[in-house]
């Protein structure tokens, strides 16, 4: 069965490049709109007629757009690209709630793509559906950047005074541009839905090292990927070199970046004093698991095994309400993991972290790690009823400050990172260097990086940031 990350169609779907249905891109097929919401686009009228049934109910509720004044804009040109964000951002907020107004209910994930990555103007936020709505003789209909074509613009004159920050050296990746990572993100699209059925690609280095090395911790915007993996990948690859494998690369630093990220956060919480890495045992829990990620990605923190050899057993504790009680399992290892009597570990508890904690009671040990990532408590300060996603992690995080557990959590992006950090501190933490866990970039985050939903600029990632690390 395909995996369930891709069932969502990707987002070339949304800019109506690819088909709703099929996922077959423009490249290959023309493509018409449907002729009513005029949201989504078909390859042919068979794969339109196989997605109405899923389609019709969303056609209609975004459809209900047209009838409504929701939208604020500006006829300037702005080169504030912070501001035209808020305006995306604004706009978004206010389709989102007319739409399930109109639906009676919430929206789906898929449906929320359709609205957060439709095509806008980089120099206004326009949309298509809005220029529709103007009947502006100055507008006819979004134009896009000839190189990547996911970059948008309704005239011209507002391409041309824009288009320098979009082809322009950016900050968010090794000083490649928008442009560029575009380019690398559509490349990274076709990579990860060539074979569905697949599922996500997934590889580590069967290598194990004689020694610990420390983890290199990369300049400020930079990775340490291609330098740690390449030749290691190209050996897997049979010698192709490392432009061709690089593609391969970011689609493996999704699940590699999980034991990465832990030990690179056992190094900076532990500093010179490297005495974990000759302990028999390591225990490292997990915490807000799921199944999607950290179960599907098990045998990938075998690399920690890999990369400390006087360890002997790995033990992973996965806790979160999204995965399976089980007890502990010892799971399959690799040729030389076997040979070297070595182990790992896995067990899971279907429940949030504080109600384990205290389920143990007096049997609780602490692990030499406890580690969040992507945690999403960034939601607990901007919930004002104290409710939502991220509310579950206030008696968290207070209790891993009480009982002094090696701490540390991840984000998607920047923003995400620093209102979890302040929330962190909040709750009690006392967190250590910026420079060393945050909120600062992660040199072991995702490569495959995502454009932000209702922008027109950023990018988020698994594990793309730090938020913080703390030892009480």
């Known amino acids: 069965m395909p995996h369930e990350e891709l069932n969502i169609p990707p987002i070339t779907t949304a800019v109506l490049q690819a088909c709703q249905k099929c996922f077959k891109d423009d490249t290959r097929e023309a493509l018409s709109r449907c002729s009513k919401c005029r949201s989504v686009a078909y390859c042919g009228a068979a794969c339109q007629k196989a997605d109405w049934k899923g389609h019709k109910v969303i056609c209609k509720a975004m459809s209900s757009l047209d009838d409504i ?103 968010e990746r090794d000083g490649l541009s928008q442009c560029q990572m575009n380019q690398q993100f559509r490349m990274d699209i076709r990579f990860q839905y060539s074979v569905p059925d697949a599922g996500p690609f997934m590889w580590a280095p069967e290598r194990s090292k004689p020694i610990w090395e420390p983890l290199k911790a990369g300049d400020e915007g930079t990775t340490c990927w291609e330098e740690e993996f390449g030749k290691d990948l190209e050996m897997a690859m049979q010698g192709a070199r490392v432009p061709v494998v690089i593609p391969f690369l970011r689609a493996a630093s999704r699940g590699l970046s999980m034991p990465l990220t832990i030990l690179y956060a056992l190094q900076k919480l532990h500093g010179e004093d490297q005495v974990w890495t000759s302990k028999d045992t390591l225990v490292i829990h997990i915490m807000g698991a799921s199944i999607s990620k950290e179960m599907m990605s098990a045998q990938l923190f075998e690399e920690i095994l890999h990369r400390i050899p006087n360890v002997k057993t790995l033990k992973l504790v996965l806790i979160g309400p999204e995965v399976p009680d089980s007890g502990s399992v010892e799971m399959e290892t690799c040729p ?137």
């Not at 929206?107 to 439709?118: A, F, I, P, S, Y």
């Not at 509310?391 to 557990?405: C, G, M, N, R």
Request: net charge neutral.
């Open 69 to 171: 004044s929701i939208y604020h804009l500006t006829d300037a040109i702005s080169t504030d690209l912070e501001a035209t964000n808020r305006i995306c951002e604004e706009n978004a907020q206010n389709e989102t709630r007319a739409i399930q107004l109109a639906l009676r209910r919430s929206m789906t994930v898929q449906e929320r793509n359709l609205v957060g990555w439709q095509p806008k103007c980089y120099g206004c936020a326009r949309t298509d559906r809005i220029i529709r709505l103007e009947k502006s003789a100055d507008h006819a209909s979004l134009g896009c950047c000839p190189d990547c074509r996911l970059a948008f613009y309704c005239s011209q004159e507002h391409w041309d005074a824009v288009k320098h920050f979009h082809t322009g050296p950016s900050k």
């Open 336 to 472: 030389d993991c076997t040979r070297k009597r070595r182990k790992r570990i896995h067990a899971h508890h279907s429940m949030l972290y504080h109600d384990y904690v205290h389920r143990q009671s007096t049997k609780f040990v602490a692990p030499d790690l406890a580690i969040a990532f992507n945690s999403g408590a960034s939601e607990l300060a901007t919930d004002g009823s104290g409710t939502g996603p991220g509310a579950s992690w206030k008696e968290t995080i207070k209790l891993l400050v009480e009982k002094k557990i090696p701490s540390v959590f991840t984000s998607f992006n920047h923003s995400e990172a620093t209102t979890e950090s302040q929330t962190l501190r909040d709750y009690g933490a006392t967190l250590l260097a910026t420079e060393d866990l945050g909120p600062r970039k992660n040199p072991w985050g995702s490569m495959h990086l995502i454009p932000e939903p209702n922008n027109i600029t950023g990018w988020y990632g698994e594990n793309m940031w730090f938020t913080g690390g703390f030892k009480g």
